[in-house]
């Protein structure tokens, strides 16, 4: 209960917000967003893994306020990409299955996009791929379908994981998969990996699916997923999350 009582006020006194990490287009190099992660840090403690604050920020009904904290930095953060000028497209933001079931969701972002006069094809909501597959409830799925019309990109986070069906996949008008990490993990060294990865993107391929590869931490890595066809990577071998105010000299390194 302390440590609920400390992620509470850590939310409210800015303690906690997003750190970003880069996402690169196997075809250019270039990045073509960044994914916000929540980070908690901690005066004392250090870094407090989300694996750790989010449970308790769950508890305490804080996990809607968590969303609005995180949702507010990194559309910030698109304005000080445009503002400074470089090229990054999206900001990918993750909501959990509890933000997902409310029913004012859609809205409070549009009212984000449109409070920083954003068009919504610069955020990019990520979703669980267990959120789709086990039969989502009504709230969930017209949550999902009213973000795609606003024009926001939908990506299947942990793609691999669950067991989204592909007509899930065609309903809530999924754009990219994120394959997840176990996919990835010595790809290079492994067949059996090249035969999942492969299998993977035939299918994100005939469905006219994008694909990431999450959790790229070799550039053997790298380089095997862009040869098989992989759209993006993300991952440690690209650059670890790193805070809001190293994201644009970090761009302006990799052009
Ligand atoms: O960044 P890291 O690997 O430590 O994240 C651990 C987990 O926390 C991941 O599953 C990630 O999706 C989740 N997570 C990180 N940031 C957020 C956030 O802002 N909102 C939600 N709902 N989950 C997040
Ligand atoms: O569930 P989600 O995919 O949103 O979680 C992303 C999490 O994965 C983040 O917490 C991030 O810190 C972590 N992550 C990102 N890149 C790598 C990587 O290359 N290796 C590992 N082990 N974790 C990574
Ligand atoms: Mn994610
Ligand atoms: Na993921």
Redo the contacts with the bound molecule.
Sequence with gaps: AAFADAACEALENGQIG?WFQPQISTDTGKVTGFE????WNHPVRGMV???EF?PALEQASR?ER??EV?LHGALGMVKSWDAAGIDAPTVG????PD?LRNPQLPERIEWELDRFGLAPERLTV?ILETVVSTAPDDTVARNIAALSRLGCRIDL??FGTGHASISSIRRFDVQRLKIDRSFVMKVDRDPEQQRMIATILLMAEQLGLDTLAEGVETAGEHAMLGQLGCGHVQGFGIAR?MPPERTIDWVRAHL
């Excluded at 916000?36 to 980070?39: D, E, S, T």
């Excluded at 933001?93 to 959990?96: E, G, K, P, R, W």
Aim: hydrophobic share 50%; glycine share 4%; proline share 14%.
């Design positions: 997003p916000a992660l929540a980070r893994s989300p694996a989010l996990l968590l969303g995180i933001v993750n909501f959990a933000e990520e986070d942990d999350p």
